[in-house]
């Protein structure tokens, strides 16, 4: 009835020995392993057992292993919550405004940066779009409150110069979204450019060549030969990214927005940050980040499994 048949001893004797044999074979490069592999295990999966908070009612003084279980009070408490709900819902219009927004731009800045010969000019580019990554957020922030304030911001003086009337840009929910995403795009865009600038240049070139000689212009061989080569990229891109939808760039909020604009852009991170530091409410916090935690899996999972069926193309 279909029972799959157990190992065989002496097949998995052979496993091992042959695992042996390449660790000897590769001393060095496992050696050079171990610190990778004592980073992750130190500070990705040993921190993990704090996840036990979310079902405690966790007393900084009583410790981690006195303080009582509640078993799902906290995840209840997190569904009921009106303010989760905002939070949730603000996280996920974020996101998907970035996605939608900035996610395209790196594909066709590369795009376009590859159709340039002149490579003085071209590297000269591409060093003033990548430099915003390397500036903190809190750094980025300043520059974007100069330029938008209400009291002498570079563009509000171009708007009333034009006869329109200055813009909260900070202070009113209408915008302030806006000026999440489009500080985002200028900080990471040309960061992200890198990734797809390498991929073009696996491209084979004599594609390029047959096509024109077939009479093929830029836009064709754009549309024909640049777009299917950078699939595979676009793709492992994506479903990273959508690992990160409940993240929604969590220090860039934190360190741009403010009680006025809470309704439109508190989220998740922010949110956890507030009750879990503010209020030292721990385990409601640690749910909180659990369950974002969890979603992100789910998303990154099912996203894969997406994109193998329909496309035949996966991160594995």
Do not use: C
């Not at 900070?170 to 450019?193: H, M, N, P, Q």
């Not at 503010?278 to 409601?284: C, I, L, R, T």
Request: cysteine-free; aromatic content about 14%.
């Amino acid at each position: 009835m279909g029972l799959r048949a157990s190992p065989n001893p002496k097949e998995r004797t052979g496993k091992f020995r042959r695992a042996a044999i390449d660790i000897r074979k590769d001393w060095d490069l496992y050696l050079a392993l171990l610190p990778g592999i004592a980073f992750l295990i130190l500070f990705k999966y040993t921190p993990m057992y704090g996840i036990v908070i979310a079902f405690k009612d966790f007393n900084i003084f009583d410790g981690l292993a006195a303080s009582p279980w509640v078993g799902f009070h906290h995840f209840e408490k997190l569904f009921a919550s009106d303010s989760f709900l905002q939070v949730f819902r603000n996280t996920l219009i974020i996101s998907v405004y970035k996605i939608v927004f900035l996610f395209p731009l790196p594909i066709i800045i590369a795009i376009l940066l590859n159709e340039l010969r002149n490579m003085i000019f071209k590297r000269s580019i591409q060093t003033l779009i990548y430099l915003p990554h390397f500036l903190s957020w809190v750094i980025v922030s300043g520059l974007f409150i100069d330029l938008l304030s209400v009291n002498g911001g570079m563009v509000n003086q171009w708007i009333t110069a034009l006869g329109g009337q200055p813009i909260k840009f900070f202070l009113d929910s209408s915008v302030f979204r806006s000026v999440i995403v489009a500080s985002a795009g200028w900080k990471e865009t040309g960061w992200s450019t890198i990734v797809y600038l390498a991929a073009l240049t696996s491209i084979d070139p004599q594609l390029y060549e047959a096509a024109k000689m077939d009479g093929a212009g830029k836009w064709k061989m754009t549309l024909h030969i640049t777009l299917p080569g950078l699939i595979p990229i676009i793709l492992l891109m994506f479903i990273l990214r959508l690992g990160s939808v409940l993240e929604a760039g969590t220090e860039q909020v934190l360190v741009m927005y403010n009680p006025s604009v809470y309704n439109v852009a508190d989220i998740i991170g922010t949110y956890v940050y507030r009750i879990g530091l503010g209020e030292q409410d721990y385990s409601f916090s640690t749910a909180v980040g659990l369950f974002e935690s969890v979603i992100a899996f789910i998303l990154i999972v099912t996203g894969n499994s997406l994109s193998r069926k329909y496309l035949q193309r996966g991160i594995w």
